[in-house]
């Protein structure tokens, strides 16, 4: 069996949790004996692949090359969608644009004659129509979706208006374990860092993971530790982000931001931290909030992740991410709580992960 894992371009330059999930897919796969490439230009697509395996419905415009493609040889191919989208989660974008993009004095002109409400609407009017289309074509033209929660499955079904029962026929539901090396790993202290009782967040900084609202919300309790974790994402849509998140930074003490950290460093600050605060716009499953729940961390996540429902226990609190007072609120609440156990509800087995993958490849392949 040979097959092809097609992630976005920049997978490798701008390194992201499914950086991490897609280089262990290839090298688990491998241990079992199959052939695995990963793609990320179009110039690496071959035609000699059993199956194809996708990922990120949201990178729809390099999507539909790969997919136009092996339509045209014949093949299949299964999708991992890593995809959430509803009103709020669309309004929480806009606000994005309206606040940090390029366009942002163009939206500030706009208000002097329309209402938000208004402008806001043609933003969704506009963005939605093509990708929606085309969105929905590599979702009829699958051989199979993998899904890591039920709250993708209801969304794709509401969002696009599909028959639940249609897209039960073609896909699972298969959560992505906290890989069993780094359960088992040791802890390795950070040089010079010897705090404890931290708010942590980690996730590359950019405006859709929203960590900007974390120090707003904390801004003048500067003796509340803030540790985040994730390279800078220097975003040419979004440069206002960057730079009110770099300012911010520059004048609240007691900030720590680490680029790079090794997986026994991370482990040492999921072990450290009180809170674990993940207040994205959208987080299709969440693998680093299913991490720090392991080691007990107190949650603050957003509302708008998959991984929410496989968390059960104590100071679990979920947050609408454009809300500054409530995230407030739900860390003072935690903060000042005991850190207690979690309880995990999936199988958090890596043998199990990739055996359901492969039975999943074989009956694509014989069916």
């Known amino acids: ?37 990963i793609i990320t230009k179009h110039s690496e697509f071959k035609e000699d692949y059993d199956l194809y395996h996708l990922f990120n419905l949201g990178d729809i415009k390099n999507l539909m090359f790969y997919v136009k493609n092996i339509k045209k040889i014949g093949k299949k ?5 890593f995809w959430l989208k509803n009103e709020e989660i669309l309004y929480g974008i806009f606000k994005l644009w309206y606040d940090f993009s390029v366009f942002k004095n163009f939206f500030k002109l706009a208000d002097l004659f ?91 900084i950019e405006p859709f993971k929203n960590q900007l609202i974390i120090i707003k919300a904390l801004l003048e309790l500067k003796d509340i530790p803030i540790v985040l974790v ?6 040419k849509k979004f ?25 026994f460093e991370l482990k040492f600050l999921y072990k450290n931290a009180k809170v674990y605060c993940h207040p994205a716009i959208f987080e299709p499953y969440g693998l680093s909030i299913l991490e720090a729940a392991y080691f007990g961390c107190n949650l603050v996540i957003t509302k708008n992740c998959g991984v929410k429902e496989y968390i059960k226990g104590e100071n679990i609190f979920e947050v609408y991410p454009l809300n500054k007072e409530e995230i407030k609120d739900k860390i003072l609440k935690v903060y000042y709580s005991e850190k207690n156990h979690k309880i995990i509800t999936i199988n958090l087995s890596r043998d199990n992960y990739i055996e359901e993958l492969i039975k999943i490849y074989e009956k694509i392949l014989n069916g």
């Open 77 to 81: 191919y299964i999708l991992n969608p």
């Open 1 to 37: 069996m040979k097959i092809a894992l097609i992630a976005r371009k920049n997978l490798n330059t701008i390194k992201g949790g499914d950086t991490f999930v897609i280089y262990k897919i290839k090298e688990y796969l491998n241990n079992k004996k199959i052939l695995v490439d």
């Open 114 to 204: 329309l209402d938000e409400k208004n402008i806001f609407s043609i933003f969704k009017t506009l963005g939605r129509y093509k990708r929606d289309i085309k969105e929905k074509f590599i979702l009829e033209n699958t051989s199979f979706v993998l899904l890591e929660s039920n709250i993708q499955f209801d969304f794709l079904c509401r969002y696009f208006k599909i028959d639940n029962k249609n897209l039960a026929e073609k896909s699972k539901i298969v959560p992505i374990p906290i890989f069993e090396e780094f359960i088992k790993e040791n802890e390795s202290p950070i040089t010079h860092f010897d705090y404890k009782d931290f708010i942590l967040s980690v996730g590359r």
């Open 239 to 263: 440069p206002y982000y960057i730079k009110e998140f770099k300012d911010l930074i520059s004048k609240r003490e007691n900030i720590f931001l680490f680029h790079e950290l090794s997986s």
């Open 230 to 235: 994730g390279n800078i994402y220097e975003s």
